[in-house]
């Protein structure tokens, strides 16, 4: 960046301010507050990346204009502003990238290999699509108008695309910060616990169609997965990582296992959205605070605050009895415990195992699909004080098949005392999976066997006088496929049978709030 631009940066620079205390739904950390006034107008520039193979990506050039409605004079920081398979929102990730571009930032907007304007087919985050990922950031560092420093931002499949360029280690690349991204696409999406995922398939008809085939072909995990992976990677995730989680997205469990793995360089911020943009469904995220990211890791601005902690997460539900923003260092929070509850033949969930049984259900006996899946459900009686999840879950079981194979589905409910449930989270597992993905252990009908289902993690609040509920099937679409054969599942319960694991914190509504 240039000398008299610098200036200008910190003549507009905010003055730093304490961090407020939040109150519900409102986030006072100064990093979240960030912002300066816009410095530039905006001029676009439609451009072809060149590629190692010969090929090219279709982009959008997005640069700093001054007065007279040309480029302006000087060298930027550069942000990849979405790598994606969506050309038809070419014109708003435009329009949001140029808040960066009007303080100081070249913006590329890229449409992958095989979309928009793009030649050849879409293999979303393969090998191919990530190698070229890395010349469209190293194209943007060389471009004249270019300080050599670049980020990488998006959305959903431009946050998948921010961590995989980020384990690529193009060298010019600075920070990223994903959005609602993976940390494996094997894991996260296409077979969860082993299970295929029907959700996606819609999504990969309209955007990837030749992925029905390959994502069949590979039913376990093997080096197609691996190379479409952060998880095979995570020692190669070393720029500094924003991460900008939800508690309602479907990728939550991959955000919070990067923040696991590297939590040196990555932050995670956790919030009380669905899958997309948070902006447009939360005002208290917005690109203020991702700019500050951008001013301290590419324009080099010290002052430019980073998150106050490692850990930023709202607790849901919220507004309401959710008791809304908390910062930590870590996550689970240092306060958090394990609280082990048996699975009882009497259907409650306890500390105290009781008496040894067994309880079963049956599974695809019938035509008609809500029938056809029976289910066992087990609840705490109603709780005497707010009970806090803050971590992720896990359900030990202990269960036999009369077929040859079988999937666990285990989903935690909040029940209100008139009955009605609100879903938190659930986990998968495939019985020929137990032992993980890379080979089948077979199944033997009718011998127990030891499952491990791992239950997403979350962040949620379950008032005083609810329940909490487990439900076990063998069913939970369009989670999973209803892809097992007709049989009976049953499982131990009570004494040396099944258990739910809980992380749960301390549940007083002020301690370590913001």
């Keep these: 960046m240039t000398a008299a631009l610098t200036a200008t940066l910190a003549a507009a620079r905010p003055a730093s301010a304490a961090p407020a205390r939040t109150t519900a739904g409102v986030l006072g950390d100064p990093f979240f507050s960030y912002n300066r006034p816009a410095l530039f107008g905006v001029i676009r520039e439609d451009v072809r990346v060149p590629l190692r193979d010969g090929s090219h990506l279709a982009a959008q050039l997005y640069r700093p204009a001054g007065a007279d409605g040309k480029a302006a004079v000087g060298r930027f920081p550069g942000i990849v502003y979405e790598y994606t398979a969506y050309p038809a929102n070419l014109e708003y990730f435009g329009n949001a990238?140029?808040?960066?571009?009007?303080?100081?930032?070249?913006?590329?907007?890229?449409?992958?290999?095989?979309?928009?304007?793009?030649?050849?087919?879409?293999?979303?985050?393969?090998?191919?699509?990530?190698?070229?990922?890395?010349?469209?950031?190293?194209?943007?560092?060389?471009?004249?108008?270019?300080?050599?420093?670049?980020?990488?931002?998006?959305?959903?499949?431009?946050?998948?695309?921010?961590?995989?360029?980020?384990?690529?280690?193009?060298?010019?690349?600075?920070?990223?910060?994903?959005?609602?991204?993976?940390?494996?696409?094997?894991?996260?999406?296409?077979?969860?616990?082993?299970?295929?995922?029907?959700?996606?398939?819609?999504?990969?008809?309209?955007?990837?169609?030749?992925?029905?085939?390959?994502?069949?072909?590979?039913?376990?995990?093997?080096?197609?997965w691996r190379g479409r992976s952060v998880m095979a990677r995570w020692d190669r995730l070393t720029v500094p990582t924003l991460e900008i989680n939800g508690w309602y997205d479907r990728y939550r469990d991959g955000m919070v296992k990067n923040f696991l793995a590297r939590p040196e360089n990555v932050w995670l911020v956790s919030g009380p959205w669905e899958h997309g943009d948070p902006s447009t469904q939360y005002a208290g995220i917005g690109p203020g605070c991702y700019l500050a990211w951008w001013d301290r890791w590419l324009a080099?601005?010290?002052?430019?605050?980073?998150?106050?902690?490692?850990?930023?997460?709202?607790?849901?539900?919220?507004?309401?009895?959710?008791?809304?923003?908390?910062?930590?260092?870590?996550?689970p929070p240092s306060d958090a415990h394990t609280l082990m509850l048996a699975l009882r033949g009497d259907g409650s969930l306890g500390a105290a195992p009781g008496a040894r049984g067994e309880a079963t259900f049956d599974v695809n006996t019938g035509t008609d699909a809500p029938q056809s899946h029976q289910r066992l459900t087990f609840s705490t009686q109603a709780l005497r004080r707010d009970l806090v999840l803050a971590g992720d879950s896990g359900v030990s079981v202990r269960a036999s098949f009369t077929a040859t194979d079988g999937n666990i589905a285990a989903v935690l409910y909040d029940e209100k005392p008139d009955g009605t449930r609100t879903r938190i989270t659930a986990g998968w597992l495939k019985a020929s999976h137990r032992r993980g993905h890379i080979a089948l252990a077979p199944v033997t009908p009718g011998a127990f066997l030891g499952l491990d289902v791992h239950i997403w993690p979350t962040h949620y609040r379950i008032a005083a006088g609810h329940r909490l509920v487990l439900r076990i099937s063998s069913d939970d679409y369009p989670e999973i496929d209803s892809d097992v054969p007709t049989g009976r599942v049953t499982l131990k319960v009570g004494a040396h049978g099944s258990a739910v694991r809980l992380t749960v914190r301390a549940a007083g509504r002020t301690s370590a709030t913001v």
């Design 97 to 224: 990238a140029s808040y960066f571009v009007a303080r100081g930032y070249n913006a590329l907007v890229c449409q992958v290999r095989g979309s928009g304007a793009s030649p050849g087919t879409v293999d979303p985050f393969s090998p191919q699509e990530q190698r070229d990922n890395h010349d469209a950031i190293e194209w943007l560092a060389r471009h004249p108008s270019s300080t050599g420093r670049i980020g990488q931002m998006g959305v959903s499949y431009g946050g998948h695309t921010s961590l995989l360029a980020a384990v690529n280690r193009p060298p010019h690349l600075r920070a990223i910060i994903p959005t609602n991204g993976l940390h494996d696409w094997y894991e996260n999406t296409i077979y969860r616990g082993g299970i295929y995922s029907p959700r996606i398939r819609d999504w990969q008809q309209s955007t990837a169609p030749a992925t029905l085939q390959t994502y069949a072909a590979h039913p376990l995990y093997d080096d197609f």
């Design 300 to 331: 080099g601005d010290v002052r430019a605050p980073l998150p106050a902690t490692r850990i930023t997460s709202y607790e849901i539900p919220g507004p309401g009895a959710g008791a809304g923003w908390h910062q930590w260092d870590r996550w």
